[in-house]
């Protein structure tokens, strides 16, 4: 199985494991809009790594998480229903990881390898 040229996982850090079944969306930026490139879930290590295409043109580019749906899940509550991280891809590197370290009331990412 080839792996996207984004990935991305989530710890929950409120009790040290993988969030999983969390909704994920790449989009890519046009302009003034954003257009959807591709979906997917967490695993059960919390991961996704079939988002999109192996190979993505350089431009701006942001994951949505539903981080709402997650916790009201595991009956918690939540200050952020939602996580939206923006970054920049170069289409000549060869990939890029976006983790997120999350809990109902603070968030954490960085470009992982």
Do not use: C
């Amino acid at each position: 199985m080839s792996v996207s040229h984004v990935t991305t996982h989530i710890l929950d850090t409120m009790v040290g494991a993988p969030a999983t079944g969390v909704s994920v969306v790449l989009e890519a930026q046009n302009g003034e809009t954003w257009g959807q490139v591709a979906t997917g879930f967490t695993d059960a290590d919390g991961r996704v790594k079939d988002l999109g295409p192996e190979r993505l043109d350089s431009g701006t580019y942001r994951l949505r998480f539903d981080t709402g749906a997650y916790f009201a899940g595991i009956s918690q509550d939540t200050f952020f229903p939602e996580v939206s991280l923006t970054f920049s891809v170069n289409s000549e590197q060869a990939h890029y990881h976006v983790p997120l370290l999350l809990s109902p009331f603070a968030y954490s990412t960085y470009r992982g390898s």
